[in-house]
């Protein structure tokens, strides 16, 4: 069911109800020095909220700054997995998700009674799990990896070690691609990544000829095969500083494209469009958070994430091993 946008009037409301004030990005940068936080944010984030972030990144990117977090108070602007793994890293400090509703269709994918049951199965397979999973699958899981060193880690692993590569199917596919290793994948996916059109892809490209195409691997295997580059979005996003080309077809959450264009705003950058004429190119979960949102999570050091201890611990250890492997 859909809800009437509300009129200006009780938006009106809500904010004087609120007490939000009118610079939020003054009151937050107030609020951060009075909490002593930091504020992490994901590529795929409103671009108001890239600005407002002490450190922008990737999911590896991310996890590593978290780890080395020397702040009091995380504020976490992604979805909840991700502030899940902050707190994961930093037991001790209060970790804040601006709208607890922001969740993940990829995570969700993966119900932790059937992979564990999944798992049981299996009892001989290394658990590598993409870190775009809950902390229950993390729990049950040997090593986390990212899209940025997800290939780094299975070509560590002996390779007469079987493997079960968890949640996204297509990473894993891309995976076994270049690593030329056989796995078994869980059939899960991003519903963002999976609704680009190939066919409107193609037609893109007709219409920007010089334009490269550069994709996420989270997409799917016919969309993969037009990409002239295919990495994680920290991947991509050096890709484009670096490539002598001008224009660029965009396949993955439309978000990071703010940085690209600050980093290059001299290039030109189109979104890939997906099968229908939605904005699906944005994760309906990452736009959740809003400046509005970030300051009320500041002031009232609430929603905050709470682990159970005994996931927490058992999550821990798979996180250490990759970022051990990844240095």
């Known amino acids: 069911m859909f809800l009437a946008a509300p009129k200006p009037e009780q938006l009106d409301r809500q904010v004087i109800n609120n007490s939000i004030p009118i610079d939020l990005f003054k009151a937050i940068a107030d609020l951060k020095k009075d909490l002593n936080a930091v504020i992490l944010a994901h590529y795929y984030q409103d671009p108001d909220l890239q600005d407002i972030a002490d450190y922008i990144g990737d999911s590896l990117g991310l996890s590593q700054a978290a780890a080395n977090c020397q702040a009091d108070v995380i504020v976490f602007l992604g979805v909840h997995f991700m502030a899940e793994t902050a707190k994961i890293l930093n037991p001790h400090k209060l970790v804040l998700l601006p709208d607890l509703d922001a969740g993940c269709s990829l995570a969700d994918s993966c119900p932790p009674d059937r992979f564990a049951q999944f798992k049981a199965d299996h009892p001989d397979h290394l658990v590598i799990s993409y870190i775009n999973c809950s902390a229950e699958i993390k729990a049950l899981s040997d090593i986390i990896c990212t899209s940025a060193n997800a290939v780094a880690i299975v070509n560590q692993i002996p390779k007469d070690q079987p493997i079960i590569f968890a949640p996204d199917r297509n990473l894993g596919r891309y995976v076994i691609e270049q690593t030329g290793r056989e796995m078994l994948l869980w059939d899960g996916a991003c519903m963002v990544h999976e609704i680009f059109s190939e066919r409107k892809l193609v037609e893109l490209k007709l219409s920007y ?90 002031k009232n050091r609430s929603p905050e994430i709470i682990l159970n201890e005994q996931i927490r611990q058992a999550a821990l250890k798979p996180m250490q091993r990759m970022l051990e492997m990844s240095v």
Do not use: W
């Open 209 to 298: 000829p010089n334009a490269e195409i550069i994709a996420h691997p989270e997409c799917e295997a016919n969309v993969l095969r037009h990409a002239d580059f295919i990495g994680s979005t920290t991947g991509l996003l050096k890709y484009v500083q670096q490539s002598d080309r001008q224009e660029f077809i965009v396949v993955t959450e439309s978000g990071v494209i703010h940085q690209m264009q600050k980093a290059t705003p001299f290039k030109k950058f189109i979104p890939a469009p997906p099968n229908s004429n939605c904005a699906c190119n944005e994760c309906p979960y990452m736009r959740l958070n809003t400046l509005e949102k970030v300051y009320l999570t500041m």
